[in-house]
């Protein structure tokens, strides 16, 4: 007897993770679009935002990148006005990286531009899904 395919029920628990982390990849991309920021300038921007000024090597190591990714990251933003740049008072030869007005303001943006698309994408679940996938993920990010 021939049926018709039902691609779902063949897809696999990690290729459906792997589908869903894509589109909200491409969400986040669509998100950051109007501030021309890229997702690694967002990451660094926002951990300065959560943790306060930092020295740039502590910013490389929340970023989980070498520290000359690092440098090339901050320059960038800091040609766009988002962090500055200071001497550390405690070790000369350190660099302090710190968010500006401008990036400050730039972050609550793109959370607000981020919440109000992962709403969107998450809206066809009901309020017990949404507790439950929450539950779920929180199980899985612990090591």
Do not use: C, Y
Not at 14 to 26: I, N, P, T
Request: proline content about 4%; charged content about 35%; cysteine-free.
């Amino acid at each position: 007897m021939l049926h018709d395919a039902d691609p779902d029920r063949d897809e696999t628990l990690s290729e459906a993770f792997w589908a869903v982390a894509r589109r909200l990849r491409e969400l986040n991309r669509e998100a950051l679009a109007p501030w021309d920021v890229t997702p690694s300038q967002f990451r660094a921007i926002g951990v300065l935002s959560r943790h306060g000024t930092m020295r740039q090597g502590e910013l490389a190591e929340h970023l989980r990148i070498a520290p000359r990714s690092t440098t090339e990251v901050v320059d960038d933003l800091q040609e766009r006005g988002l962090v500055e740049r200071a001497p550390d008072s405690k070790d000369r030869r350190a660099t302090l990286v710190g968010l500006t007005q401008k990036g400050t303001e730039l972050v609550d943006a793109i959370r607000t531009a981020r919440h109000a698309g992962s709403e969107g994408f998450f809206a066809s679940l009901d309020d017990q899904d949404r507790a439950e996938l929450t539950r779920i993920l929180t199980r899985l990010r612990r090591p």
